[in-house]
């Protein structure tokens, strides 16, 4: 049976996640099993876990740099995600902030989305003034789903 948005809330809920908060999803779709509505519902989930107060961002790494793989130049409204499939479909919503990182980018929605994805190419990628340093200053969470502590 699928895994449905009811039971996602729930259970992202007894994990602590709630009204105002501020998350850092690191996943794997595949890990989570047969979600009904796919990636688009496990983000609908959390959002609805954070409400209109709260924030959920997720890495959209692309690794877009000589002497990788991905050589292309960086775009930020249309360079994809290499992180998987669920940050690659909040990276597409209309009302999802991007930051402006060539090869450490990270996409977010929510009351602090603007706030903590600007300014990131004068930063390091994961350092001081980075989105990921700026979810640490507002004492956000990181949530792991499905995969493991070295993601």
Same mark, same amino acid.
């Given at each position: 049976?699928? $895994?449905?948005?009811?039971? =996602? #809330?729930?259970?992202? /809920? !007894? @994990?602590? $996640?709630?009204?105002?908060? =501020? #998350?850092?999803?690191? /996943? !794997? @779709?595949?890990?989570?099993?047969?979600?009904?509505?796919?990636?688009?519902?496990?983000?609908?989930?959390?959002?609805?876990?954070?409400?209109?107060?709260?924030?959920?961002?997720?890495?959209?790494?692309?690794?877009?740099?000589?002497?990788?793989?991905?050589?292309?130049?960086?775009?930020?409204?249309?360079?994809?995600?290499?992180?998987?499939?669920?940050?690659?479909?909040?990276?597409?919503?209309?009302?999802?902030?991007?930051?402006?990182?060539?090869?450490?980018?990270?996409?977010?929605?929510?009351?602090?989305?603007?706030?903590?994805?600007?300014?990131?190419?004068?930063?390091?990628?994961?350092?001081?003034?980075?989105?990921?340093?700026?979810?640490?200053?507002?004492?956000?969470?990181?949530?792991?789903?499905?995969?493991?502590?070295?993601?």
């Amino acid at each position: 049976m699928p $895994i449905t948005h009811e039971r =996602l #809330v729930t259970d992202f /809920s !007894s @994990l602590g $996640i709630g009204e105002g908060d =501020l #998350v850092a999803m690191h /996943s !794997s @779709l595949k890990s989570i099993g047969q979600v009904e509505g796919g990636a688009d519902t496990v983000i609908d989930s959390l959002l609805a876990c954070v409400g209109s107060d709260g924030t959920l961002m997720t890495p959209t790494f692309t690794n877009c740099f000589e002497g990788s793989k991905n050589t292309d130049v960086f775009e930020r409204e249309s360079t994809p995600s290499l992180t998987g499939l669920i940050t690659e479909m909040l990276r597409k919503r209309p009302e999802a902030f991007r930051s402006l990182h060539p090869t450490h980018s990270a996409a977010a929605i929510g009351r602090l989305a603007e706030e903590i994805t600007r300014d990131h190419l004068r930063a390091t990628p994961l350092g001081a003034g980075s989105p990921f340093h700026r979810l640490c200053e507002n004492d956000g969470w990181i949530l792991l789903v499905g995969v493991g502590q070295d993601t």
